[in-house]
C-alpha cells in the first residue's frame, strides 16, 4: 500500500512565506514524477508545480517566481516553497506522485490535501 502525507499548511499573512512536504511510503519501487496542485472553494483542482524523475520544473503562470518545488529521492520526498503568498493562494494545496508500487505499473497516488490560508 503506498501513502502519500502532506504537512506545512497552516495560516500566514500576505507576503509571507510556507513550505510544503509530502513524503511518500509504502510498497515503492519508483517514483516518476511529482507534483502540487491547489483547490479553492468553488474553483476546480488546478496544478501549482511538478518535477519529474530527471528533475525537471514546470510552474502555473499565477506561482512562477515565488514558488519553488524540490524533491529529495532518497527520502520519497516532495517539497513546495511558496514566498510571497496572496490571498488568491487561499487553497488546499495536494500531493500527486506517479508511483511504480510492487504491481509493476505507475499509477497516480494523492494526499489527502493540507489547508494554506493567506489573510491579514
Known amino acids: 500500500q503506498v501513502q502519500l502525507v502532506e504537512s506545512g499548511g497552516g495560516l500566514v499573512q500576505p507576503g509571507g512565506t510556507l513550505r510544503l512536504s509530502c513524503a511518500a511510503s509504502g510498497s515503492i519501487l519508483s517514483i516518476s514524477s511529482m507534483g502540487w496542485y491547489r483547490q479553492a472553494p468553488g474553483k476546480q483542482r488546478e496544478l501549482v508545480a511538478e518535477?519529474?524523475?530527471?528533475?525537471?520544473?514546470s510552474y502555473a503562470d499565477s506561482v512562477l517566481g515565488r514558488f519553488t518545488i524540490s524533491r529529495d529521492n532518497a527520502k520519497k520526498t516532495v517539497f513546495l516553497q511558496m514566498n510571497s503568498l496572496q490571498p488568491e493562494d487561499t487553497a488546499v494545496y495536494y500531493c500527486?506522485?506517479?508511483?511504480?508500487?510492487?504491481?509493476?505499473?505507475?499509477?497516480?497516488?494523492w494526499g489527502q490535501g493540507t489547508q494554506v490560508t493567506v489573510s491579514s
Open positions: 518535477i519529474t524523475g530527471g528533475g525537471s520544473t
Open positions: 500527486n506522485a506517479d508511483i511504480m508500487s510492487f504491481s509493476g505499473t505507475y499509477r497516480d497516488y
